[in-house]
């Protein structure tokens, strides 16, 4: 037989049940709703890394920040939602550096030919002072530099023959990033350089609009582009980092303990995902191997960095305030 005191601590228990549900409701409601955009598939070293980057950040606020990612480039395409970053209708997203330089002019130093020596020098260059001064500059561009991420080294891929000289370019129709440093640099090897979204590389690559394109292994094997483009030569042209970015306006909004949080929560995705690169890079390499891609090493660079001094001349030319940005990298690898 229930008691009134067994009736009364029945009433107490529901009521704190209920309290916890509404607090619970009433902090969901509450929530800071972020919106976070990338180009990848689920799968991708990058996307796996931004989920975690979102989990964090969930768990580090108490549920006061909930991120949300939209993979495969549905928010838009990449120039787009860096702008959309800009002024803060987008929160946060990965980035390529490349299509950073019409926004953050300092950005295009890392779309030059051959401005690192290595990934191995890229991280070490970003991680430290080089990186806080790219930083900067995107901050002033309404951008604030979470994590710096792996996007290994660029080589060229096509569908008719190995690039093995400079000569092997010639005439070569090159889908290149929405970046005139691009278009200089393919230019520079007497290739035409054809700029061009993602999306429609494959379809173009098909239909012969374009002869090749440049990107990592891990892009060539996710894209399918290796499908229809089955010679992969390692010119190593471009060691760019990724950018996990979010809103300066977003950012300000925060408390110090929640800009505390998110740095923290960044800097566990980028190393998260530096190692998840590493290890993509080997599986892509072997997958695409094993799909009858023939891939060359490019015996003498040096030819290939040769041709792009005009490319640096022509840049620092419109651009003489990033002078010393471009010599204090190159004196930082000088053996």
Excluded at 36 to 55: C, D, M
Excluded at 146 to 157: C, D, I, K, M, T
Excluded at 242 to 268: F, T
Excluded at 293 to 314: C, H, R, S, T, W
Aim: hydrophobic letters at 40%; proline letters at 5%.
């Amino acid at each position: 037989m229930l008691t009134h005191t067994s009736i009364k601590s029945s009433n107490i228990l529901k009521a704190i049940a209920l309290t916890g549900a509404a607090s619970a409701v009433s902090m969901s409601a509450h929530a800071e709703q972020w919106r976070g955009w990338n180009i990848h598939p689920p799968s991708y070293p990058n996307s796996v890394a931004l989920e975690t980057f979102a989990k964090e950040v969930s768990e580090r606020t108490e549920g006061r920040i909930e991120p949300k990612v939209y993979h495969n480039g549905v928010l838009g395409d990449q120039p787009d939602a860096i702008e959309q970053t800009r002024n803060g209708a987008l929160d946060f997203g990965n980035f390529n550096m490349g299509p950073m330089g019409p926004m953050v002019p300092a950005a295009n130093v890392l779309s030059l030919p051959f401005i690192f020596k290595s990934e191995e020098h890229m991280y070490e260059l970003m991680d430290d002072e080089i990186g806080e001064r790219f930083a900067s500059a995107m901050e002033e561009r309404g951008l604030i530099a979470l994590g710096w991420l792996g996007a290994g080294s660029r080589s060229l891929y096509n569908s008719d023959h190995p690039v093995e000289t400079p000569e092997d370019v010639e005439g070569m129709k090159v889908r290149v990033m929405n970046n005139d440093l691009y278009v200089d640099m393919i230019e520079a090897l007497g290739g035409n350089a054809t700029p061009m979204a993602a999306s429609e590389v494959y379809q173009s690559l098909t239909t012969g609009v374009i002869d090749g394109a440049e990107n990592n292994l891990p892009t060539y094997d996710a894209s399918g582009h290796y499908e229809v483009a089955d010679y992969y030569s390692l010119t190593n042209h471009l060691v760019i980092p990724e950018c996990l970015c979010m809103a300066r306006s977003s950012w300000e909004e925060l408390s110090e303990e929640d800009q505390a949080a998110v740095s923290e929560a960044a800097e566990i995705a980028s190393t998260e995902q530096r190692a998840l690169w590493e290890e993509r890079t080997v599986a892509s390499r072997q997958k695409v191997l094993d799909a009858g891609v023939e891939i060359n090493e490019v015996p003498n660079k040096a030819a290939f960095q040769d041709l792009m001094q005009p490319v640096y001349d022509g840049f620092l030319e419109e651009h003489p305030d990033l002078t010393s940005l471009v010599e204090d990298i190159q004196a930082a690898q000088a053996d």
